[in-house]
């Protein structure tokens, strides 16, 4: 699966070492975003946000959705039927025998979640994000 991205805005990546990380973040947003873990189910309060506003990965403030990208997947994750532009990039995951599309922060490389093709429309497309990968900045 190829997950469709807006234009491809210009991201300048940054790199810290793994000790700057670790200061940087509390336990459970670096296990997520650096060893690629999954928070469990309905444990982010992010899941329940309704205000207006942006959703910035947890590792460097860059902008990944906007709230209009949002939606309530059941699922049990933050979840977003598409993302800004050029703000996150996509490889394939193998690690559970199936394929999955996995994304990070094109900016820091943090793991945010794996996107399916089950959203609803106009992508079709479920970004479903780790709530401790996030930060929530309201309008």
């Not at 459970?28 to 899941?47: G, K």
């Amino acid at each position: 699966m190829k997950a469709t991205q807006p234009n491809q805005a210009e991201v300048v990546p940054i790199d810290r070492p793994d000790t700057e990380w670790r200061e940087l973040l509390t336990p459970e947003q670096y296990r997520v975003l650096r060893e690629e873990a999954t928070e469990r189910r309905y444990t982010s309060a992010l899941n329940r946000e309704t205000r207006s506003g942006t959703y910035v990965c947890a590792g460097c403030g860059s902008p990944l959705f906007t709230s209009a990208m949002k939606y309530d997947s059941g699922t049990g994750w933050p979840s977003f039927y598409t993302c800004l532009a050029g703000a996150l990039e996509t490889k394939s995951d193998r690690r559970l025998f199936v394929e999955r599309t996995e994304y990070h922060c094109a900016r820091c490389g943090g793991h945010q979640g794996h996107v399916f093709e089950d959203g609803p429309a106009p992508t079709g497309q479920r970004w479903c994000n780790n709530g401790a990968a996030l930060r929530f900045e309201p309008d």
